[in-house]
């Protein structure tokens, strides 16, 4: 999730000055309870048990008022990835969807293979969260496995190969092609940022979001 929240990135102001994170809309969002990446649950029945407590206890009155980065819907049949920032042009929002598909395809392929992954905790995890959230894709991450930080996009680049046998069937090629423009170009946050250092107007920035939401459509 830190990997795909870093691409998205799209929230470099708040209350029209710059903030030094390329997304401050989830610094935001973590004043609120039961925000950010969730616990790991051993099986839905253990989930199911925590939302019932929750609610037996008046914390909650229904599932709805889990706001994680990642949730499964209380009402519908789907799983909820909360962790992106709106990305700034539609392109953008398709080709981070594709991603996350192709993420629970994998998952999916190499479960039904009886092929385990490593899980690690929410504690690590929310250090790359951090990084991602400060510096976008122009930073490093931590790669738990080898114990080392490795650039950013280097490890997108390496998600991309982890889902790309799952890809065809999905049809999602188009869109998850669109991920090296992206590297290329910037983030959202990166392109307004550009904007506002060139001109210091944030109508400016304003204009150019406008303009580009569209855009390659």
Known sequence: MPHIYALST??????GRTTGYKSFRTKVFDKFPRTGIPDYFDSIEAYDNYIKLLVKTNCIDNAKKIWWDLRVHPFFNT????????PMTVQETITIAALFQAICAKIYKLRSQNLNFIIYSRALLNENKWRAGRYGIDGSMIDFGKEME???RVLIYELLDFVDDVIPELGSRHA????????????GADRQLKVFEESK????VVDLIHNEFLKGL
Not at 176 to 185: D, F, G, P, R, S
């Open 150 to 152: 490795v650039n950013t």
């Open 79 to 86: 799983v909820e990835f909360r962790i992106c920032d709106v």
């Open 176 to 187: 998850i092609n669109h991920v090296h423009k992206m590297l290329e170009q910037g983030t």
């Open 201 to 204: 107007n944030l109508v400016d």
């Open 10 to 15: 799209n929230s470099p102001f708040w209350e």
